[in-house]
């Protein structure tokens, strides 16, 4: 809808959105993933080995799309947008590295 309704750049925003949105509950599904791993049962084990295999992929995609959708927001605002995102850059991986490569952005501009 938003292609068809408004300018590339706010279809973009949307998207941008919409992919935040998604791997925000897809991270917070594997996190819970994980906790009812750690409870032990008949398949935990199972769950355990899924949940680690994919961790490091669920904080990544996590990370990484909520830095796109905050510079594509600053570029709407009239700002200087840092494209691609001090994330991409630096490979980011843990939300600490996530708040240390957003408080350097300004060392990309």
Same mark, same amino acid.
């Given at each position: ?6 300018? /590339?750049? &706010?279809?973009? #925003?949307? !998207? =941008?959105?919409?992919? *935040? ?5 897809? $991270? ?13 049962? /008949?398949? &935990?084990?199972? #769950?355990? !080995? =899924?949940?680690?295999? *994919? ?5 990544? $995609? ?48």
């Amino acid at each position: 809808m938003a292609i068809a309704k408004a300018e /590339p750049a &706010a279809a973009e #925003l949307v !998207a =941008a959105e919409c992919v *935040v949105l998604a791997e925000t509950k897809d $991270h917070q599904n594997w996190e819970l993933i994980g906790r009812v791993a750690d409870q032990g049962g /008949p398949h &935990a084990k199972v #769950l355990k !080995a =899924a949940h680690d295999a *994919v961790e490091e992929d669920e904080d990544h $995609h996590l990370y990484h799309t909520m830095g796109w959708c905050r510079e594509l927001w600053i570029q709407s605002l009239g700002m200087p947008a840092v494209l691609p995102p001090p994330e991409e850059e630096r490979k980011v991986e843990t939300a600490i590295g996530a708040a240390r490569a957003e408080h350097a952005r300004d060392d990309y501009l």
